[in-house]
């Protein structure tokens, strides 16, 4: 049984590798899942943060509206900040409570997350791969998505951590620029050894 851990910037494929990971039989913990189950009304994290960033950024459902919220931290580093203090707690509870049970079951286990967080993530992936791939590929990707403009895209992008943070935890760094077939043949190929 072994624990890798996939993380990357936006657009640059981590999900991709974490479902060829998947169909190869590993189990996958996606930390992005869980940030939005965490946040719906009545959940983990909900409260915390419409305490911190007030009734504006509620649906008329009182759901929290993930655009209005986007919004209001993505341009304000200590808002994300804020953000990410309350969800990255919960999000790495979860994580070491399903990798306890998936342990137990000796399954390989991979932890898809997109900011590499210390507890939760860093202390429990044995192989940490990073997922990079070229700025205006990621970006495209983005757009394709998301509906996204492309100063959406770039404002989220230099929001993010550098590649080369990213690349200083890696065990294993996966470039994704090339087709479908070359990354997973270079995922199985990493996976396999």
């Not at 049984?1 to 974490?18: E, L």
């Not at 590993?26 to 915390?48: M, N, S, V």
């Not at 860093?122 to 394709?144: C, F, H, T, Y």
């Not at 929001?159 to 090339?178: G, R």
């Amino acid at each position: 049984m072994k624990t890798i851990g996939v993380t990357g910037g936006i657009g640059s494929g981590k999900s991709t590798v974490s479902k060829i990971l998947g169909e190869l039989g590993a189990q996958i913990i996606d930390a992005d899942i869980i940030a939005r189950d965490i946040t719906l009304k009545g959940r983990e994290a909900y409260q915390e943060i419409v305490d911190c960033f007030g009734a504006q950024i509620l649906a008329p459902d009182g759901e929290i509206d993930r655009k209005k919220l986007a919004a209001e931290v993505f341009n304000d580093k200590d808002k994300l900040e804020d953000l990410n203090s309350i969800t990255h707690r919960h999000v790495a509870q979860i994580i070491w409570e399903r990798h306890e049970v998936l342990k137990k079951l000796g399954k390989t286990v991979v932890i898809d997350a997109p900011i590499p967080i210390k507890h939760g993530f860093l202390d429990v992936a044995k192989e940490i791969w990073v997922v990079v791939a070229d700025r205006e590929n990621r970006i495209k990707r983005v757009m394709a998505r998301s509906g996204l403009t492309y100063e959406q895209v770039v404002e989220r992008i230099n929001a993010q951590l550098s590649d080369e943070y990213y690349c200083s935890l890696a065990d294993v760094i996966i470039k994704n620029d090339s087709t479908y077939e070359e990354l997973r043949r270079i995922v199985e190929a990493n996976y396999n050894k």
